[in-house]
């Protein structure tokens, strides 16, 4: 399993924004990222053989990047977080091997601004990661 915390540790090291969140950007800090699970209707992966034949599992992540005032500001920074997952290739988060990041949009999604003026953009992604033994 892959937690949202590991995922959020796991985008520090891109050394992008200087706050990192889960589940709620608390104080609306700029140059913020925001990491909350992607609500999409989908069914769990089984493989067929059942359970025990499945090896990988899947996680949909949506991240926010909340950045400043200015709308090219919050541009550059989106696509710098996008172009380093693009790069991304069988790597780990939080001991768990990530062995594809399937961007689930072409580029960062503009989300017009907050209430208080600032630019902000989504990236989503779905990271497909080895299933842990559960037995072993």
Request: charged letters at 25%; glycine letters at 6%.
């Amino acid at each position: 399993m892959i937690t949202l915390a590991e995922v959020r540790d796991w985008l520090k090291t891109f050394q992008i924004a200087e706050n990192y969140y889960i589940g709620k950007l608390d104080n609306k800090k700029d140059k913020s990222i925001g990491v909350y699970s992607l609500n999409q209707k989908s069914p769990p992966v089984i493989a067929i053989g059942g359970l025990d034949s499945t090896t990988f599992n899947r996680k949909s992540v949506s991240v926010l990047i909340h950045w400043n005032k200015n709308a090219d500001e919050t541009e550059k920074a989106a696509y710098s977080l996008f172009e380093r997952l693009l790069e991304q290739t069988h790597f780990y988060i939080g001991g768990t091997l990530v062995f594809y990041l399937k961007l689930n949009v072409s580029e960062p999604i503009d989300a017009a601004t907050d209430e208080k003026g600032v630019y902000e953009r989504v990236i989503e992604f779905d990271l497909y990661y080895k299933r842990s033994e559960i037995n072993a």
